[in-house]
């Protein structure tokens, strides 16, 4: 019999974006037979987090929300808007 096992790490970095690891275990007959790493950032603005839900269970969400605070939320587009401006 063929069994998986997922493991969901995240890890805020310094600059607020968060790192999301998911490790997929392999199982068969109970003897593990391989494992798959996953991983990608998410930011701290909607388009991102809607992205976010697509693989993250409310436990984690719970987590981005508390992390991705409104004050988070508007530096990060302010500082977005001042690269554009720094480009243009």
Do not use: H
């Not at 096992?5 to 593990?32: G, R």
Request: glycine share 2%; with cysteine; proline share 2%.
């Amino acid at each position: 019999m063929f069994t998986e096992e997922k493991d969901t790490f995240l890890q805020v970095m310094p600059n607020k974006f968060i790192k999301v690891t998911i490790v997929s275990s392999y199982f068969k007959n109970s003897v593990k037979i391989g494992e798959e790493t996953w991983q990608c950032i998410v930011e701290p603005n909607k388009a991102s987090i809607e992205n976010a839900k697509t693989f993250l269970d409310d436990y984690y969400m719970n987590i981005v929300y508390n992390v991705f605070t409104d004050e988070v939320m508007e530096a990060y587009a302010l500082s977005y808007q001042n690269e554009e401006t720094i480009i243009e």
